[in-house]
C-alpha cells in the first residue's frame, strides 16, 4: 500500500480545515444579522422613526437653548440676554448638585469597602468552598443587574423622598457592580506571595490583606474612580423618581416646560461630570506611576 504524500495530505487538511471555519464564519454572521433585526424590530429602530423623529428632537434642543444677547452677555440676573438671568438659580442648583456629587461619593465609597470585601470571596482562585463562591457571585449578579432607577423606586417608598433612597440605591447596585471588577482583577494576580503568607503560619484573612491586596490596590483604585464618575451621573437621574440630588429639579423643570432652565442645569452637571473626569483621570495615571496627560 502507497503512503500518501505528506505535501498532499497537509494540503488536504487545511482544505477541509478552511471550509470548516468559512462555515462557521457564515453560521455566526448568519446568527448576528439575525440578532440585530430582531433587535432592531423590538426597539422599533425603523429609519421612518427615525426620519419622523429627528426634526422634533432638533426642535426641542432648539427650544431650550437660551435667547443670549452679546451687548448683555455680562449683565446682571435681572437683564434678559444675560449669562447671570439664565442662571439666575445658580446658588440653589449649585447646592444641589453638591448633594448629588455628596450622594454619589458616599455610595461608591461604601460599595467600595463591600464589594471589595466580597470580591475575595468571589474569586475562584482564592477561595476552596465553590458553595461560597457560587452564593457570593450570584449575590453580586443580582445587586448588579437591578438598575439603579428600580431601586430608587423601591427605596422612596420605604424611605421617603430624599438623597437617602438614592444613596442606597446607588451603593447596592455598586457593590454588584464592583465586585465583578474587583474579582477578576484578583484571578490575575500573582499567587506565591500568599503561599509564603500561608507557609509562615497566616490565615486565609492575613493572606488576602498582606498578600492579595497590595497587589491588586492599584486597579481597585482605578475602578473606583471610574464608578465614581458614573454614580455622578446615576445620582442625576434617580432624583427623577425622588431620590435627592439636582434630578428632582432637573424632572421639575422638565415636566413644567421651563425649556432655559433644562439647558442650564444639564450644562451645569456636564461641566461637574468634566471637572470630576479630569481630576479621576489625574489621580488614576499618579496611582499607575505616570504623569497626567493635562
Known amino acids: 500500500m502507497l503512503h500518501e504524500d505528506p505535501v498532499a495530505r497537509f494540503e488536504r487538511d487545511r482544505a477541509a480545515l478552511a471550509r470548516i471555519k468559512r462555515r462557521q464564519t457564515v453560521l455566526f454572521l448568519g446568527l448576528f444579522v439575525l440578532a440585530f433585526l430582531a433587535s432592531a424590530y423590538a426597539g422599533e429602530f425603523y429609519p421612518s422613526k427615525l426620519y419622523a423623529g429627528l426634526p422634533r428632537t432638533g426642535e426641542y434642543l432648539y427650544r431650550i437653548m437660551p435667547t443670549l444677547r ?22 440653589p442648583w449649585a447646592l444641589m448638585l453638591l448633594e448629588t456629587v455628596q450622594m454619589a461619593f458616599l455610595a ?3 460599595a467600595a469597602i463591600v464589594g471589595g ?3 475575595f470571596a468571589a474569586s475562584r482562585n482564592l477561595v476552596r468552598g465553590r458553595v461560597g463562591y457560587f452564593l457570593v457571585r450570584r449575590l453580586l449578579e443580582l445587586l448588579r443587574t437591578v438598575p439603579e432607577l428600580v431601586y430608587a423606586l423601591i427605596l422612596v417608598w ?14 447596592l447596585h455598586t457593590t454588584g457592580a464592583l465586585g465583578k471588577l474587583f474579582a477578576e482583577a484578583n484571578e490575575n494576580l ?18 488576602m490583606r498582606f498578600g492579595a491586596l497590595p497587589q491588586v490596590l492599584p486597579n481597585f483604585a482605578s475602578y473606583i474612580l471610574l464608578r465614581f464618575e458614573i454614580n455622578v451621573r446615576g445620582a442625576s437621574v434617580v432624583g427623577f423618581v425622588g431620590a435627592g440630588g439636582i434630578g428632582q429639579e432637573l424632572n421639575q423643570v ?28 489625574a489621580v488614576r495615571h499618579r496611582l499607575i506611576g505616570r504623569e497626567s496627560l493635562a
Do not use: H
Open 70 to 91: 452679546f451687548d448683555a452677555l455680562f449683565e446682571g440676573s435681572k437683564v434678559k440676554g444675560s449669562i447671570a438671568y439664565w442662571f439666575y438659580r445658580f446658588t
Open 108 to 110: 461608591t465609597v461604601a
Open 117 to 119: 470585601a466580597a470580591s
Open 158 to 171: 420605604a424611605f421617603g423622598v430624599g438623597p437617602l433612597a438614592g444613596v442606597i440605591a446607588i451603593f
Open 190 to 207: 500573582d499567587l506565591k506571595p500568599l503561599d509564603g503568607i500561608r507557609a509562615a503560619g497566616g490565615n486565609w484573612v492575613q493572606a
Open 254 to 281: 422638565i415636566s413644567q416646560n421651563y425649556y432655559e432652565e433644562i439647558s442650564a442645569i444639564v450644562l451645569l452637571v456636564i461641566l461637574c461630570v468634566v471637572a470630576i473626569d479630569l481630576a479621576s483621570e
